[in-house]
T-cell receptor, first 114, second 114 residues
Framework: QKEVEQNSGPLSVPEGAIASLNCTYSDRVSQSFFWYRQYSGKSPELIMSIYSNGDKEDGRFTAQLNKASQYVSLLIRDSQPSDSATYLCAVNAPPAGSQGNLIFGKGTKLSVKP | EPEVTQTPSHQVTQMGQEVILRCVPI?????FYWYRQILGQKVEFLVSFYNNEISEKSEIFDDQFSVERPDGSNFTLKIRSTKLEDSAMYFC????????????FGSGTQLSVL
């Protein structure tokens, strides 16, 4: 059974701080990794994708991938109250290059306090 | 910005009734998906659809479920005989050919089976 695990939180950080969100996955052959943001009662919104080991930066967001450790993380710099949401980690289900049969984690709820 | 649209936003039905959930994917996207999220649970893959046929489906997508693309724009999910446990938010998603694992989600249909 392929699994994606996340700490459900809530993770509470003060405004302006760095929020660090973590995710582990069980299937070693997974190739594509995504972070989605989901506000309460809304649909998931893609914010980052990462395919290679290392860091990928996009504005205030940095995704980090370590395939050897089967670990992916998301850093949010200068956190804002508007970043308060649940962050979903999603991993593609092999075979590699297949369509969007993503496996989602349960999500980490982030709360940014003014 | 183009978006995936879903109707209705809420659907209430009696157990055993048939429901059809409708989606209009982004116009230049070729891959279409249905996911669902039971309240407080993970986003779960149901089915993917490409070139007018099902590409992949999960164990959830049993004989009670079907999908159809009746014309060039709509993509529907039918549940033939709803059960209480079908109550969930159903999300349609689509992706384009070049980045087919980057899913764009619609706003969802909240299905309540009584």
């Amino acid at each position: 059974q392929k699994e994606v695990e996340q700490n459900s939180g809530p993770l509470s950080v003060p405004e302006g701080a760095i929020a660090s969100l973590n995710c582990t996955y069980s299937d070693r052959v997974s190739q594509s990794f995504f972070w989605y943001r989901q506000y309460s009662g809304k649909s998931p919104e893609l914010i980052m994708s990462i395919y290679s080991n290392g860091d990928k930066e996009d504005g205030r967001f940095t995704a980090q991938l370590n395939k050897a450790s089967q670990y992916v993380s998301l850093l949010i710099r200068d956190s804002q109250p508007s970043d308060s949401a649940t962050y979903l980690c999603a991993v593609n289900a092999p075979p590699a290059g297949s369509q969007g049969n993503l496996i989602f984690g349960k999500g980490t709820k982030l709360s940014v306090k003014p | 910005e183009p978006e995936v649209t879903q109707t209705p936003s809420h659907q209430v039905t009696q157990m055993g009734q048939e429901v059809i959930l409708r989606c209009v994917p982004i116009s230049n996207h070729l891959y279409f998906y249905w996911y669902r999220q039971i309240l407080g649970q993970k986003v779960e893959f149901l089915v993917s659809f490409y070139n007018n046929e099902i590409s992949e489906k999960s164990e959830i997508f049993d004989d009670q479920f079907s999908v159809e693309r009746p014309d060039g724009s709509n993509f529907t999910l039918k549940i033939r005989s709803t059960k209480l446990e079908d109550s969930a938010m159903y999300f349609c998603a689509s992706s384009r050919d070049r980045e087919r694992e980057k899913l764009f989600f619609g706003s969802g249909t909240q299905l309540s089976v009584l």
